[in-house]
């Protein structure tokens, strides 16, 4: 019975070992995460823009991590998101740019978080930066009327007098 009393001791210092070991591993993980968000020096800028590239839904479930993460979200991210700032740019009227000329006369427009779309008279869709209102591409169909323009989350749809023509916005192409 000595013995069976000494063997339950030294399990229970490897379990008690076990647990500190595992408490100094979820504090050092703590402290790296805590480390990651504290680096300054243009990390925290980095951090932003990563955060800026994902859709907004994400973002809003990257706040759900931790509060580490909801804080720094709230503190760097929010007001810099793409569709935080054309919402307020809509909302309030406050623009960079007043205005965006397309060299002729223009047909139909939409617009998505990326780009504006300007369809032309002519038969053409001039394709321009949101933010900075630089030309981008030129997306032309054989010569064609079009009545509507929308833009998907990774294509332009353009209907036309006899067809419905869809480009990828990733590679321009039909």
């Known amino acids: 019975m000595d013995g069976g009393v000494e063997y339950l001791k ?50 809003q479930n990257c706040r759900l991590v931790s509060t580490q993460w909801k804080q720094f979200i709230d503190d760097f991210v929010f007001e810099k998101h793409p569709d935080i700032t054309n919402y307020y740019r809509w909302v309030d009227g406050s623009v960079d740019n007043a205005r965006l000329f397309c060299g002729g006369e223009v047909r139909l427009v939409c617009s998505d978080v990326d780009f504006i779309y300007c369809a032309m008279k002519d038969g053409v869709i001039m394709v321009f930066d949101s933010q900075t209102f630089i030309f981008v591409k030129l997306l032309q169909e054989t010569e064609c009327f079009f009545w509507q323009i929308h833009a998907g989350r990774s294509v332009l749809v353009a209907i036309t007098e006899v067809c419905v023509v869809i480009w990828s916005k990733e590679s321009w192409k039909v």
């Open 10 to 59: 030294m399990i229970n210092l490897q379990i008690q070992s076990l647990i500190e070991q595992k408490k100094r591993e979820l504090e050092l993980d703590s402290k790296s995460l805590k480390w990651l968000f504290d680096l300054g020096c243009g990390f925290t800028e980095f951090l932003t823009q990563m955060f800026c590239y994902l859709e907004f839904s994400d973002v």
